[in-house]
């Protein structure tokens, strides 16, 4: 089959051409992606108890990107439900849950099954 060949320089044209076009969308995504604090390279890891009924402790700042784990040392389940924000729906006796704070504000949690155990997450 016949195939019209271009000449190399046009050729090389198109590709820097499709790269110029290409390098803002990627500089797009990687800028919404990405936290801010993972750019900086500080996301953190913060770990929030669950025992006696409790959360420990019962109010936590983190930075947008940072990583909570809610860790549920009691003999049975809770959530960490924040309607409209986050639900981790039941955590088991012994089980965990994480969360990536995305969003900043100030966010009060419970435990939808111990409507007594609330909590509260601050995002910066
Ligand atoms: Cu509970």
């Given at each position: ?15 820097k ?21 993972i ?6 890891r ?8 409790k ?66 997450l601050?995002?910066?």
């Amino acid at each position: 089959m016949a195939s019209i060949r271009l000449p190399a320089a046009r050729r090389d044209g198109r590709q820097k051409r499709r790269r110029l076009v290409l390098a803002p969308f990627v500089a797009l995504t990687l800028f919404f992606v990405l936290p801010g604090s993972i750019l900086a390279g500080k996301a953190a890891r913060h770990t929030v108890r669950i025992r006696g009924v409790k959360f420990e402790p019962d109010t936590i700042e983190v930075n947008r990107g940072d990583t909570i784990v809610w860790v549920n040392q009691d003999p049975y389940p809770h959530t960490v439900t924040a309607p409209g924000v986050f639900d981790s729906h039941s955590i088991p006796a012994g089980g965990k849950w994480q969360y990536v704070a995305r969003k900043a504000g100030d966010f009060s949690y419970v435990c939808t099954l111990h409507p007594n155990m609330k909590g509260m997450l601050g995002v910066k």
